[in-house]
């Protein structure tokens, strides 16, 4: 259940960001990707440590389209590597 609630934190992230990249700021997503990314990631997992940055940004952002694009596409690239798989420690390369 706890990857399911990651899944549902992933994609409330995403689609914030993917609003603040097309200019559209989205106060209640913002509170939403709060809340999931607070139950389901660490405190300073990069995913939060981004979205409290975006956050603390947004009051700022939401009236400037060029500062919110910005701001959505670092959120944007945080879910990405949040979402990458961990690596496979490889006995022939890692030694």
Request: hydrophobic letters at 45%; aromatic letters at 8%; proline letters at 7%.
């Amino acid at each position: 259940m706890a990857y399911r609630n990651r899944i549902a934190a992933w994609l409330i992230t995403l689609g914030l960001a993917l609003r603040a990249k097309l200019g559209e700021p989205d106060p209640e997503t913002l509170a939403r990707a709060v809340v999931t990314i607070g139950e389901s990631f660490d405190h300073d997992d990069p995913l939060a440590v981004e979205l409290r940055r975006f956050a603390e940004m947004f009051p700022l952002t939401r009236r400037n389209p060029e500062l919110l694009k910005t701001a959505g596409d670092a959120l944007f690239r945080a879910v990405e590597r949040s979402c990458w798989p961990a690596r496979d420690p490889r006995a022939d390369i890692e030694g």
